[in-house]
């Protein structure tokens, strides 16, 4: 089976401009999360959809925004960037409750 | 809510060595599951090892073992003959299969460590 992908790989974007991240989850998985990596808070939860349904939200104000399609496919958004979301935003997919499956993640510069 | 703890940032092992890395969990849920995970310098995520709570017997991966000790809320990994290729952070994670929302696959990580094994 195919892994987890995630596009694009590497982005960078300026103050005030908005982003979106997509993520293609391994075949048969129903289940995609998201995570914020940064060197000073680690590895966060942002969301968690399954079956187009977000279903559980880590603490990020409303900027980030996601949504997930029938084929299970997801994308995040985050609206009116600022320097502290640089980062790498990393994507996971699983069937419901059951080990988690990451992608090569999105590496994205804010200037 | 749960939290993991990593205390040792970074470790050290020479080729072909045995390493142990710690990780203490906090929770007052019955059923959960602890995981492993590896991080290369390439950033990719990949699982190492997975421990259900339920299960007491420890889970073994080729050279990768956990010690999980349920009382004390602690989660070690064991790796033996340490190879270079292990150089990576490692980060340990939680997730309540039944959180408040009902199911889920929310992970809690923990701060990670570093370990680099040296030829």
Redesign the interface.
Known sequence: KAGVTQTPRYLIKTRGQQVTLSCSPISGHRSVSWYQQTPGQGLQFLFEYFSETQRNKGNFPGRFSGRQFSNSRSEMNVSTLELGDSALYLCASSQWGKTQYFGPGTRLLVL | AQTVTQSQPEMSVQEAETVTLSCTYDTSENNY?L?W?KQPP??????VI?QEAYKQQNATENRFSVNFQKAAKSFSLKISDSQLGDTAMY?CAF?N???D????????????ITLSVRP
């Open positions: 599951y995981f995970y390439s950033r990719q995520m990949i699982l997975r980060f997730m299969p039944t959180g929302t009902g199911a889920n696959s929310k992970l809690t990580f923990g701060k990670g």
